[in-house]
């Protein structure tokens, strides 16, 4: 199942209330365009993205992203394709918190909620807690998921090319690429 | 002759200033480090640029640069080095008004206002206007300079890795290093 073209429009929406309250301008276009990933979950409230890409060439990539309160993108990592490195991404708080789980020693409590019946999808626990401001940068072909805080979270990327469709996911279920009905 | 150290902390509070009108929120590490660079030309008011570096790792780079009002970033290009493409990078405007040069059929009224005894270090005159939200992409080895309007400007940048001591510049006099007496 997929997001219908209602949840779809309200999920823009809300996103586009973030990025006003992280006081992100933006044009008429790239509202328009607003990306919403639901990885093929439907439960975009508790797994999901929402992206606005800036620029994305062959060198270099760059992109505003939501999470709405205690959204998580799920665990995935960026491989080496055909003998470049996979994509290495700066992420950078604008906005609210951000849980960001990295490979590592695993931190005993973690901040985030995992959503039931996903939890065996989770299993890079080293936390990073990231407030405005704040910022990490992941090593390619690192295992990475992240969830906001209660009021949602802004966040920037700075990266080498997106290449979105390669990323593996650890939960095999996941679609990267949204269809809506 | 080089900026005082007055001269370059004054500049640091004229840009924090601005990055606060933006919403650019900051570590205050990054505060502290916010690059002020004057060009070696001693007329920052009239051609400088002020700086903070997020990120600048072999591959990607994303910084935050302040201009002062009507302040300019002066004409220079990004070469290839080592067999590599030079750097390419967008310029993303969050706040103010930019005035943009690049190579091209040149404009025939410029709102860009060169300063005296310069002018002929500026020769590209192709231009775009960018308000927030607007943004453009340069090629690698592209000659480019902007202004800032008259209440200055914040811009992003989402580059390739900066070499900024390899930039070659039209003043032959420029030296990008800044020095601090």
């Known amino acids: 199942m997929s ?24 044009t008429n276009q790239e509202k328009a365009n607003l990306e919403v990933a639901d990885f093929g979950l439907n439960k975009l409230n508790e797994m999901g993205l929402e992206i606005i890409t800036y620029v994305n060439t062959e060198r270099c990539c760059a992109k ?4 709405f309160s205690k959204q998580i993108c799920p665990e995935h990592c960026h491989p080496s394709i055909d003998g470049n490195p996979g994509k290495e991404e700066t992420f950078r708080c604008r906005y609210g ?55 949602g979270a802004v966040v920037s990327e700075f990266s080498t090319k997106s290449r979105d469709e390669s990323d593996i996911f650890t939960d095999l279920g996941i679609k990267r690429i949204p269809e809506i009905q």
Chains 1, 2 share one sequence.
């Open 64 to 67: 505003e992203m939501v999470l």
């Open 97 to 151: 918190e951000v849980y960001l789980y990295v490979e590592g020693a695993p931190t005993s409590k973690i901040k985030a909620i995992l959503p039931q019946g996903h939890e065996k999808w989770f299993t890079v626990f080293h936390e990073l807690i990231l407030h405005p401001g704040e910022q990490y940068t992941l090593s390619p072909n690192t295992l990475h998921w992240f969830q906001a805080g209660p009021n």
């Open 3 to 26: 997001l219908t073209k209602k949840q779809y429009d309200d999920a823009q929406q809300r996103a586009l209330e973030l990025f006003y309250k992280a006081s992100i301008i933006l």
